[in-house]
């Protein structure tokens, strides 16, 4: 015991303040051969009646002086680095910087959410596609000029394979794979062989969406329109539509809402129109539903595709499309989506 009390005070009154004295703290107290151990050792000699407080109080000790040199050794090693160099460790750290949504998933999201409001699913598939997804189950017939419509990246050693130009190939991989009633909203990128200019990228982003149900009606079609186009432009949006032609639609049309910057009077965005097109649409040719497998006497349905890139410019007024593409932090730290 009185060992156990000698030892105790010698650690008590260690004063530790530097590299050294810590060293010597560790020789005389932590090491193998140290008094300490020693005693650790002696704890299975010590009388039966006597030894469990012994050990205890051995143990208790070896612990604190363990703690007495884990916090010592902190402090000296800060210290250290302190004095080599001008670091202030106590000073409180810069704020991390978290990173925010990219403009365009938030717009992405935006659809989406808007249509998966009323009952449509989100559904995705390969930027790489074949022909027969993208032009042929499109009725794009081989040859057709209408294929020139969208200027394609097609893969150098396989002319069949290509990269989507619409994401129209997904309303077809849908309905190969699935029977009527189908409501579905397929958003991803698309590739178009296209100089690149402020209004213009070889790299965008569509929604795509695909209705096809008994009796879906061109009617139908318009009322859904609007109602995204006022969830996402403001309850006092106006839409109208203007006769168009796609390949895969009969009739088509193309969708224009109220400029969202002048309110209808004209600006320059609308070139004084007071409209701007923001969707193309029309009711899915009976042809298309028959090539991917589903009965055109049975059902009818209607379909619709819109740039984001286009939506998002009108949305936040920017105007020039290639901001979304370099990534300049100045820009994209600007957005904010939607409960963020
Ligand atoms: N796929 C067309 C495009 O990329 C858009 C569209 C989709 C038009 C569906 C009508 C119906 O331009």
């Known amino acids: 015991m009185t060992s156990i009390d000698k030892i105790k005070s010698q650690l008590e009154q260690f004063a530790i303040d ?3 004295t810590l060293e010597q703290f560790r020789l005389q107290f932590l090491t193998k051969k140290s008094e300490l151990q ?29 703690q007495f040199y884990e916090e010592a050794k902190a402090k000296m090693e800060c210290q250290a680095v302190q004095a080599g160099s001008d670091l202030d460790v106590t000073r409180p750290s810069t704020a991390v910087t978290l990173g925010s949504m990219h403009p365009i998933s938030i717009m992405m999201n935006e659809v989406c959410d808007i249509f998966e409001k009323i009952g449509f699913s989100t559904v995705s598939g390969p930027d790489v596609e074949d022909d027969w997804h993208v032009f042929t189950a499109l009725n794009f017939p081989e040859e057709h000029p209408a294929r020139d419509m969208q200027d394609t990246f097609f893969i150098e050693l396989h002319p069949d394979i290509l990269l989507r130009t619409h994401t129209s190939s997904l309303q077809v991989r849908t309905m190969e794979k699935q029977q009527p009633p189908i409501r579905v909203i397929c958003p991803g990128r698309v590739f178009r062989n296209e100089a690149i200019t402020s209004r213009a990228h070889c790299i965008f982003h569509q929604v795509e969406g695909l209705y096809v149900a008994e009796n879906v009606s061109f009617a139908e079609m318009k009322q859904t329109l609007l109602y ?3 969830q996402m432009f403001g309850k006092d949006t106006k839409i109208r ?14 969708m224009d809402i109220s400029c969202n910057i002048c309110g209808g009077s004209g600006c320059a965005l609308c070139k004084h129109t007071g409209w701007v097109e923001i969707l193309g649409c029309g009711m899915v040719d009976p042809s298309v539903l028959e090539n991917c497998g589903i009965d055109s006497k049975k059902y009818t349905g209607y379909a619709f595709g819109l740039g984001i890139e286009r939506m998002t410019m009108l949305k936040y007024r920017t105007n020039d499309i290639r901001l979304y593409f370099e990534n300049d932090v100045r820009f994209l730290r600007q957005f904010k989506a939607a409960g963020n």
């Open 38 to 66: 020693e005693l650790l050792s002696e704890i299975k000699n010590v009388a039966p009646e006597e030894r469990k407080s012994f050990g205890q109080q051995v143990n208790e000790l070896k612990q604190k002086a363990q």
């Open 18 to 20: 530097s590299l050294d």
């Open 241 to 254: 539509l203007r006769p168009s032609y796609f390949p895969f639609t009969e009739p088509s049309a193309e």
């Open 228 to 230: 995204f186009a006022q």
